[in-house]
């Protein structure tokens, strides 16, 4: 009897103390539950440039370089490297005890055909192919190799570029998938390993901490530096309904809300549990089929880019005053090292009688504006409906076709003219990482024969953004950028209806947000 | 027997109509998955080689005829976005839409039947009069705004329950049952109301009838009286309460939307916005099939309310 009772007591003990150790574990995962901006579908953010792809590919990949909070390219995978005066040559070394997630290590052949699967599909890395011909070598497991045939000016700005395809590193058997289709499995070296058996599509993803991760010395800076999350666990939560996202932030539930609709910023301000940040810089575009009349017109295109008001363009989308930039007159980003107002004089303040005067002068005929304006996308859709104001108060013929964006994606491609099925104008927003150049903003950055929609076509652009690429020294970079912006104002290739910045909120216990940097969900900045 | 045999052969050739149906409307509809996947500065090549690789550029009768065999030999196919399987997104979806549907109709079913049976009984008077305001109101208001209030009142002011999201079975029977008060109840709301009319409309109707005023005269008390009153008014309610259990497993978009449940009807809308085809084919027919299971069931439930009807 009494044997049992002491066979009962031990087991009762040995089953608390279980029980304690379990809850104590569950304690201390410190996990960070984030309302993404979008839904992820698509894994490969070699394949999309949609930036919630973008995103997942910072949690579970690294890259060579990453950007400094300055946007100076810094070493991130590499330990060193060097490179020739032509500039013909340059040779990387590799840290060393990089991992990928599946623990086996990360060499230099991965590295060779990450960059070539990377070049293959980027802009800046087509740049480099067209002018340059790069010939990526492995040389030894810890080093490989970059051979030009020019020197080109933005190796290092390519091997860190944070948006777009950024140069995201993968084991070089995925590395060498073919590129026409996404890749579903995910293995990188980046501080987050994703739980696939946690992933409801539509609904949640999940990261944990990826055990194999090494990070550099350096304090983190933006995308450089060590990159060890304070974080055991984060979630990214899909909230379709704006207004549950908002409250589940306000009763705690969430931690960071990463885009907050334009019309809660203000209520938000005033709730002391919130924290609320600046989001990146982004610009809305109008964009126009230059195929087919009336915008096949730069003239016509310039009546348009007249006529614009961004004041009123940002207004409709929802954006309070102090998170908008008054009348930003460039083509790039303004508050960028890039910022110029070379050819812009002429177009800084909207005149709608001037426009029409542009209009008649450039022989506008009337013709039929088909203007495809989305109906499931809010700011969009805000921006789609100024678009036709600003058209019709011009005094051009618009007619309105509304639609899904799913819809919008698929006509877009479709070069007909308008009266055929086709279109001629639709409206979307950049990120300030696709806006801020020559080369990284597509619609500058496309040259005759593209197959962008829109179709923008202009051959003193082409030649102007060649001589940018290839010139190293930066004054005479500087000179040539100014001369390409003064031709942008000519040819018109988009209409830049104004800069905004969207708002992201955090609950007040998250500390570290002010190093948040460019609109990124950069979770090693943040701590609990 | 021969019934059930009779009624479940029917539902070969009703679910082939509506799965022909259902590829043409979705496949002719505009729109271009390939142009979604491939983003915003995709070229027409980009396009067009994805087109290629998810089979989309094949003719549409070509598409039909993968589909259906894959469907008959069992597989539901993949997302041509995540690249997951449609089975294991259904199996996701589940959970979240049964639990919903099943404490819902219960809820309704406790609630509704006992309301109505009331208002009948005391029609005419306040109950009655009490219980018609509020099957009114609860039907009328939308769905979302019932929603939010009740985020408001139950999560924000008094937080006692939790604003959004699922919690499964697996991680705790109490996380699972408070993470779906707020949305069955939103949803129950409108069920009740609308079944508390239909129980109050035909048992008023039966009170009226010959056997009740003999039933009444020799001396049976009020409760037994409704009993009988019940059982013969049950087939509408039956029916009703049937229809709304199938339209729950369809999926319940607004309330799955404003409470982030994960549930079918908010893979079925994300599918058809993604023009994900196999998933929406997949799913609206399993959906066009548990109707018509659900509506079976329905048929033979009469029996048991009146052994008087022969199949």
């Known amino acids: 009897m009494k044997k049992n009772y002491l066979a009962t007591l031990s087991t009762l003990i040995t089953a608390m103390v279980i029980t304690l150790i379990t809850l104590t574990a569950t304690a201390q995962t410190k996990t960070l539950k984030v309302v993404a901006h979008a839904d992820v579908k698509i894994l490969d953010p070699s394949f999309t440039t949609a930036y919630i792809t973008r995103n997942f590919g910072y949690m579970v990949y690294d890259m060579p370089f990453g950007q400094d909070e300055k946007g100076v390219p810094k070493p991130q995978m590499v330990d060193k490297y060097t490179t020739s005066k032509d500039g013909k040559l340059w040779s990387f070394t590799l840290r060393p005890g990089l991992k990928f997630s599946d623990g086996t290590d990360v060499t230099s052949a991965d590295l060779v055909a990450s960059m070539q699967r990377w070049t293959s599909r980027d802009s800046i890395g087509r740049a480099m192919t067209a002018i340059s011909s790069p010939e990526w070598k492995a040389v030894d497991a810890k080093t490989f190799t970059l051979t030009l045939k020019e020197p080109f000016g933005m190796v290092l700005q390519g091997m860190s570029k944070p948006s777009g395809f950024p140069p995201i590193v993968m084991p070089e058997r995925l590395a060498k998938m073919p590129t026409t289709a996404p890749l579903t499995e995910v293995i990188g070296s980046g501080p987050f390993i994703f739980k696939r058996d946690e992933w409801v599509p539509g609904n949640k993803l999940v990261f944990v901490r990826n055990p194999n991760y090494v990070g550099r010395a350096e304090p983190p800076s933006a995308l450089a530096g060590n990159k060890q999350s304070k974080f055991d666990r984060v979630e990214w939560l899909y909230l379709p309904d704006a207004n549950s996202a908002v409250a589940a932030l306000k009763k705690g539930e969430v931690d960071w809300v990463e885009q907050v609709p334009p019309d809660y910023i203000i209520p938000l301000r005033t709730d002391s549990n919130v924290k609320l940040g600046a989001s990146g810089s982004w610009q809305g575009w109008m964009v126009m089929n230059q195929l087919h009349p009336p915008f096949n017109n730069p003239k016509i295109r310039q009546a348009v880019l007249k006529a614009v008001s961004q004041e009123r363009f940002m207004a409709a989308m929802g954006y309070p005053l102090d998170m908008r930039v008054t009348n930003c007159a460039t ?101 300030g990482f696709d806006a801020d150049s020559p080369i990284t903003n597509a619609y500058l950055s496309a040259s005759c024969g593209n197959g962008l929609p829109g179709w923008p076509c202009d051959k003193q652009l082409d030649e102007l953004r060649l001589a940018w690429l290839k010139e190293n020294n930066p004054t005479k970079r500087k000179v040539l950028l100014d001369a390409f912006h003064t031709r942008a104002f000519e040819a018109v290739p988009y209409v830049n209806v104004g800069q905004y910045s969207p708002a992201f909120a955090l609950r007040k216990e998250i500390k570290g947000f002010e190093k948040l940097w460019g609109g990124l969900p950069l979770v090693w900045m943040l701590d609990k | 027997m021969a019934y059930l045999l009779r009624r479940l052969l029917a539902t070969f050739p009703v679910m082939g109509v509506v799965a022909v149906i259902v590829f043409m409307l979705i496949h002719l509809s505009p729109g271009d998955p390939a142009a979604l996947i491939a983003g915003d500065l995709a070229t027409e090549e980009d396009i067009a080689n994805l087109r290629v690789v998810l089979g989309l550029d094949q003719p549409l009768i070509q598409q039909f005829y993968i589909w259906l065999t894959r469907l008959l030999s069992g597989d539901l196919g993949v997302s041509i976005f995540t690249q997951v399987p449609v089975s294991q997104l259904l199996a996701q979806r589940l959970e979240p839409t049964l639990s919903i549907a099943v404490l819902t109709m219960g809820l309704t079913l406790i609630l509704a039947v006992p309301l109505g049976t009331l208002a009948a009984h005391q029609a005419g008077k306040w109950i009655d009069r009490c219980v018609m305001v509020f099957s009114v109101m609860a039907f009328s208001l939308p769905v979302f705004l019932i929603g939010y209030l009740l985020i408001y009142t139950f999560s924000i002011q008094l937080n006692w329950l939790p604003v959004q999201g699922y919690s499964r079975i697996a991680d705790g029977l109490w996380p699972w049952f408070l993470s779906l008060v707020l949305p069955c109840t939103n949803l129950a709301l409108v069920y009740i109301a609308l079944v508390t009319r239909m129980t109050r409309a035909t048992v008023l109707e039966v009170l009226q009838e010959d056997y009740i005023r003999t039933a009444r005269a020799k001396g049976l008390g009020a409760i037994p009286v409704l009993m009988h009153a019940l059982r013969n008014a049950a087939i509408p309610i039956a029916t009703t309460i049937g229809v709304g259990m199938a339209l729950l497993i369809g999926g319940v978009v607004v309330t799955e939307t404003v409470f982030a449940i994960p549930g079918v009807g908010r893979l079925v809308i994300d599918s058809v916005q993604r023009h994900d085809y196999p998933v929406i084919q997949s799913v609206l027919l399993i959906s066009a099939g548990v109707y018509v299971l659900v509506n079976l069931m329905i048929d033979l439930s009469y029996r048991f309310f009146d052994p008087r009807i022969q199949y």
Request: charged share 20%; net charge neutral; proline share 5%.
């Open chain 1, 331 to 431: 083509y790039f980003i303004c508050g960028s090292p890039n910022e110029t107002f070379a050819g812009a004089e002429p177009y800084r303040t909207p005149d709608v009688a001037k426009a029409k005067l542009m209009l008649s002068e450039a022989g506008y005929k009337g013709e039929k504006v088909v203007l495809l304006v989305p109906s499931d996308v809010t700011y969009l859709n805000a921006e789609g409906l100024m678009a036709a104001q600003t058209l019709k108060n011009m005094g051009m013929n618009v007619d309105i076709q509304t639609s899904d964006w799913a819809t919008i994606g698929a006509r877009r491609a479709k070069r007909d003219a308008p009266e055929a099925g086709g279109w001629s104008m639709y409206v979307t927003v950049a990120g």
